[in-house]
């Protein structure tokens, strides 16, 4: 690389027009809909201290132990950048006091992992996510799936498929961890590596392995639920329950257990067949999270929005579709035009009416080239002859029809909604 050349670090990278125009849409949206649920907005600090993250996220998680970008601030501090946003948010919730115990708020914004760049996996990537904090109820988990549903309609995404799992009670964890353990003594000659060494730190993982051989082996097994107590059970049938009430399908798949030690109860994972080997769009679930000495319940969702976007384009939305053209574009033939064109452009920026203009009297050629490039709907054209008139040439891009046009019938083309008053009037 040339010692002038400087490009983002790779898995990271600028957001630009056009693309931009897509990620604009479907953060709005994405306000409109947790509008009408009650949600309010939360914007957390996005570096943090470790600890919150080993505490919250679990020392023995994938995301702890491999893929932090943690540094060391002046050897006072250990600080990362955050790798997902629940913890901040319980975090800054718990600190409200009894209120945030309470609370429905949804988030956007960047996070990062130290992870192998590749094809829908990024070093920076950008999640929206919700959290509905209070106690555990299986109607707000039905809830907060059917408001994730509802986005993902919102956004035109039709093809998603939603699986779902219970992990039980946090009382059940032990229990659960222990039974499955017991059954997966006899094969874990047969295990992969990682799942051997995940066998006695987190095995719950070994149930998600793409390994093939663990695959067959966690086949043979009893589900997960075979080792829950029957408050852990019946949760989740009254999730399912609710969840068919609100006409929500959701595929129960016994092999779903999630990354994060904050889950229990019910968890999700929503995937689209446009995404290819990265398929996971969405993960949510019910978590607890001990802070500051007391438990926080809640229930949340994540969604990646490099994948939003990517399943939103397989499925036929494009940014270049979206973008916000101009509606004037104004041509100057002559500095004294030039000029004048300036303060119209102003005039009409104030009105809310959006117009560019080059801010040279460059050739007609070179305006008219810049003109279509911006995609105006009309070009309004004046030199010494116009100015002397007090008219221009306008031209209407979509029909390709031009005629000589006066102010006052320029702006009533130009903000439609505006009637001027009757002539002689
Ligand atoms: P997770 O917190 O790992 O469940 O992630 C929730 C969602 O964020 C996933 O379903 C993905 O859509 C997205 N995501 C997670 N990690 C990455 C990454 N490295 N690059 C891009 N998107 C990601």
């Known amino acids: 690389m040339a010692s002038d050349e400087f490009l983002p670090i790779k898995g990271m990278s600028d957001i630009i027009s056009p693309e931009v125009s897509l990620w604009q849409l479907v953060e709005s949206r994405a306000r409109e809909v947790f509008h009408a649920y009650g949600l309010t907005e939360i914007r957390t600090p996005i570096l943090e201290r470790e600890e919150l993250f080993i505490h919250s996220l679990g020392n023995t998680t994938d995301v702890v132990q491999k893929e932090m970008f943690t540094l060391d601030y002046q050897g006072k501090m250990r600080l990362t950048l955050r790798p997902e946003g629940t913890a901040g948010v319980i975090r800054s919730l718990a600190g409200a006091g009894p209120d945030g115990r309470q609370a429905r708020v949804y988030y956007l914004g960047p996070m990062f992992r130290a992870e192998r760049p590749q094809a829908g996996r990024r070093r920076q ?247 279509g490039k911006s995609g105006a709907a009309y070009v309004l054209i004046r030199g010494d002859a116009e100015m002397e008139k007090g008219v221009f040439q306008v031209k209407d891009m979509v029909a390709s029809k031009q005629e000589e046009q006066a102010l006052p019938e320029i702006m009533s083309l130009l903000l439609p909604d505006i009637t001027p008053p009757p002539a002689g009037g």
Request: contains cysteine; hydrophobic residues 45%; charged residues 25%.
């Open 125 to 371: 990537f950008h999640q929206i996510g919700a959290e509905l904090t209070g106690e555990a109820n299986p109607l707000a988990d039905a809830e907060c799936l059917a408001m994730q549903a509802h986005l993902l309609k919102a956004w035109g995404l039709s093809q998603c498929r939603i699986k779902i799992n219970t992990r039980g009670l946090p009382e059940d964890r032990a229990v659960v961890a222990d039974g499955l353990r017991t059954v997966l003594k006899p094969h874990l000659d047969g295990l992969c590596e990682d799942c051997r060494r995940r066998y006695e730190q987190n095995v719950l993982r070994v149930l998600d392995c793409k390994n093939p051989a663990c695959g067959k082996i966690v086949e043979g097994l009893p589900s997960m639920t075979s080792f829950m107590s029957e408050a852990s059970r019946s949760y989740f049938e009254e999730v399912q329950y609710a969840l068919r009430l609100l006409n929500l399908e959701g595929e129960v798949t016994p092999r779903l257990v999630r990354g994060l030690d904050y889950y229990a109860h019910t968890v999700w994972e929503i995937s689209h067949p446009g995404l290819g080997a990265q398929d996971a769009l969405s993960g949510g679930g019910r978590y607890q999270i001990m802070m500051n000495g007391k438990p926080v319940d809640g229930v949340g969702f994540a969604l990646g929005m490099e994948r939003v976007l990517a399943a939103l384009n397989a499925e036929g939305v494009h940014a270049e579709d979206l973008v916000l053209r101009p509606k004037a574009w104004l041509v100057s033939l002559g500095e004294a035009a030039l000029k004048e064109n300036l303060l119209l452009a102003m005039t009409l920026r104030r009105l809310g009416v959006a117009c560019g203009m080059d801010l040279t009297a460059r050739s007609m050629k070179a305006q008219m080239r810049a003109a």
